[in-house]
Structures are given as C-alpha cells and as structure tokens.
C-alpha cells in the first residue's frame, strides 16, 4: 500500500549563516477514490478533523495511516446507508 508523509516545518536561527530546520511528520496513506466518495470522506472528516493529513486533488487524498481501519468503518456504514432501498409502499 502507498504511504505519504506530511509534515510541518519549524525553522531555528542560530547565531551565522546556520539555519536549522525540523520536521514534524505523521505518516499516512495515499488513497484514490471516485469523486463520490472522496465527498463521503471529507463528510465523514468534518466532524472531527481526525482523518485527512492531505486533500491532494479531486480524487485523492493522504489519510492518517492509525486512523484508516476506523475511516474504513465509517464509510462502509455510509455507503450502505445510502444504498438502501426504499422499502416498496402501496399506492392508493
């Protein structure tokens, strides 16, 4: 499976022309996904913000790697909320 690895970047100056730079990196993978359902992820992410390290493009995402057995949960539970069908009724 593809792993992404996002960071943020804080800069030290030290006395000279040194300058130091650390990372902070959490590790994550990259997912592709139909446009649909990468509606239903930044759905599901809105809540708590817990899932997406990275919104990269129309179709794909970097998903925080500890979260994505939950976020697969999660959007199973969805899709098959939406894909239920409606129970036949009896028209008068």
């Given amino acids: 499976m593809p792993k992404a690895v996002k960071g943020t970047s804080s800069t030290h100056q030290k006395p000279g022309p040194v300058k130091l730079t650390t990372w902070q990196t959490s590790p994550g993978?990259?997912?592709?996904c139909d446009p649909?359902?990468?509606?239903?992820?930044?759905?599901i992410d809105s809540v708590h913000?817990?899932?997406i390290v990275e919104d990269l493009d129309e179709q794909t995402l970097v998903i925080k790697e500890s979260k994505l057995k939950e976020l697969k949960e999660?959007?199973?539970?969805?899709?098959?909320?939406?894909?239920?069908?409606?129970?036949d009724s009896e028209t008068e």
């Fill in 36 to 43: 649909s359902i990468k509606a239903i992820i930044l759905k």
């Fill in 74 to 87: 999660k959007l199973d539970t969805e899709l098959a909320e939406t894909q239920q069908m409606p129970e």
């Fill in 29 to 32: 993978v990259l997912v592709e």
């Fill in 49 to 51: 913000h817990d899932f």
